[in-house]
């Protein structure tokens, strides 16, 4: 089974940058789109980027259009969510989940997910 870890989570002050990967093991993320999800206190789980498995498409969350940026790297089976000028809304943890097909932001679509990395933007 399909198994993803993410990391790069950390505190930040507002303003800042953060990395975060999602990498897998056993299987190769070749043929699995990937979406980025999070969960902040108190509220439900949203959609915040997606890539599909060759990385041609991509979709993100209005909340983060132009400040975060997904991308892959197939040959070292990670796709990372590259954030910048965090905001303390975007606060959460964040998750990465899997599918063969191209979900989008649908959660219930994904059929693999990470364990999530927390996220805490504040000063």
């Known amino acids: 089974q399909l198994q993803l870890v993410e990391s790069g989570g950390g505190l930040v002050q507002p303003g800042g940058s953060l990395r975060l990967s999602c990498a897998a093991s056993a299987f190769a993320l070749d043929y699995y789109a990937i979406g980025w999800f999070r969960q902040a206190p108190g509220k439900e789980r949203e959609g915040v980027s997606c890539i599909s498995s060759g990385g041609g498409r991509t979709n993100y969350a209005d909340s983060v259009k132009g400040r975060f940026t997904i991308s892959r790297d197939n040959a070292k089976n990670t796709v990372y969510l590259q954030m910048n000028s965090l905001k303390p809304e975007d606060t959460a943890v964040y998750y990465c989940?899997?599918?063969?097909?191209?979900?989008?932001?649908?959660?219930?679509?994904?059929?693999?997910w990470g364990q999530g990395t927390q996220v805490t933007v504040s000063s």
């Open positions: 989940a899997a599918d063969m097909s191209y979900p989008g932001l649908r959660e219930e679509r994904y059929d693999y």
